[in-house]
């Protein structure tokens, strides 16, 4: 079975990277937007909220859609959907066919990203699903890597359409995986039936009690804050530095570049922290005052590319970290081992949410004020974070509390 299992599980993640340049193109190609079509920061931001939106709703009906045509057949369709959006977007002059263009390519970024989780439980059982699913929850921060990596050599070749270009190549790329490698086990050799079965078990309770878990709702608050203002600091970070403080592009796309790689190291060291630390909401309480600090001096600092690049390190470190800890918090707060998975999508939503209003939020600060305004928005909107992480660490130490004593 395991022998099996490697090739589609494996195809998903790979494929899952590939879509994500669909999600990494935009920022690194934003100083030729603006200087090409005059794009203002609020499109900016929208071009983002279209694609996150798009990948939202199909996500949520991604794994309904999965269970009943299969996952290969659906995952097929929704990649030829984003290929044809990106071919429709490099011929794009004007913002409502830019916008009509992100979304069609949101659809297969979200219907993978439900795939991926779908297909590996199916193939192993939860014991094994650990550096699996560690590798495939990494996809978005290697797409970044490899957007920004790519970023250089082909604009200074081109406009902002050669990265629409690499991105329909990475995404024909990604249907030819899934066409030809991913499958589903047949039912008698499927891996999480116990947990099928403990699902129908848990819906005794009503469809949304799963979903009312005061601490899951919370946890889903605060990343909808703090994962907000990190998709605009992964937005707009390019254009700061290029746009207002005049570095070039060059160097402008190498400190995202180097942020990017500092997210992947923040979210290993402190998954290893939290899984080593009792105090969960302390851990979660430190990691967010560390991001509040990050966003409001990151588009208040002017100072020599080295510098700049060191901080992008550091901010990457923090910033990485938050999704990590986010991810990790379900299983501790979900109402019953049956409804892990509901307290999952609770904050999957709040994190999908977050992508969609701040970054375009952002924008708008940004058109009518400066950069510290928009560093205001961000690190206020994470202050509100941090007081729901103190209110969270006290409902958890005192759930903790009474399941000692009972």
Request: with cysteine; proline share 3%.
């Amino acid at each position: 079975m395991r022998r099996k299992a490697w090739i589609p599980v494996w195809a998903i993640i790979i494929a899952s990277i590939l879509i994500a340049t669909q999600y990494g193109k935009v920022p690194p190609s934003q100083p030729s937007m603006i200087e090409s079509l005059g794009l203002s920061y609020t499109m900016q931001g929208l071009l983002m909220t279209a694609f996150s939106a798009s990948a939202l709703v199909m996500a949520l009906f991604g794994g309904v859609l999965i269970d009943r045509f299969g996952a290969r057949k659906v995952v097929s369709v929704a990649l030829v959907v984003s290929v044809v959006g990106t071919v429709i977007g490099m011929f794009m002059t004007n913002d409502a066919g830019l916008l009509a263009s992100r979304v069609l390519e949101g659809a297969g970024y979200g219907v993978t990203m439900t795939a991926g989780p779908v297909i590996i439980a199916a193939w192993y059982e939860p014991a094994k699903r650990g550096i699996v699913s560690g590798v495939w929850g990494a996809n978005v921060g290697i797409g970044m890597l490899i957007s920004l990596g790519v970023a250089n050599p082909i604009l200074s070749t081109t406009d902002w359409t050669g990265m629409w270009v690499f991105s329909l190549a990475s995404t024909v790329l990604a249907a030819a995986l899934v066409v030809i490698c991913v499958r589903m086990p047949d039912m008698s050799q499927r891996r999480d039936l116990d947990e099928i079965e403990a699902e129908r078990e848990g819906k005794k309770h009503g469809v949304l009690w799963g979903y009312m878990a005061p601490l899951a709702m919370l946890t889903a608050f605060m990343f909808f804050l703090v994962g907000g203002a990190t998709d605009a600091f992964n937005s707009f970070t390019i254009t700061y530095l290029n746009i207002d403080l005049g570095h070039t592009y060059e160097d402008a796309n190498m400190a995202s570049m180097i942020a990017s790689f500092g997210m992947l190291v923040g979210s290993i060291i402190v998954g290893i922290i939290f899984a080593r630390v009792r105090d969960k909401g302390m851990v979660l309480i430190v990691n967010i005052v560390l991001c509040i600090i990050v966003q409001f001096a990151w588009f208040n600092l002017d100072a020599s590319m080295p510098v700049m690049f060191f901080v992008a390190f550091l901010a990457g470190c923090v910033l990485g970290a938050a999704p990590t800890l986010f991810f990790a918090i379900p299983p501790f707060v979900a109402r019953s081992s049956t409804t892990v998975g509901a307290a999952v999508a609770l904050v999957v939503l709040g994190q999908n949410l977050g992508t969609l209003a701040v970054p375009t939020l952002v924008g708008s600060v940004l058109d009518n004020a400066s950069y510290s305004a928009a560093a205001m928005v961000m690190g206020g909107l994470s202050c509100v974070a941090l007081v729901a992480a103190f209110v969270f660490r006290a409902r958890f130490r005192k759930r903790e509390e009474q399941a000692e004593t009972a």
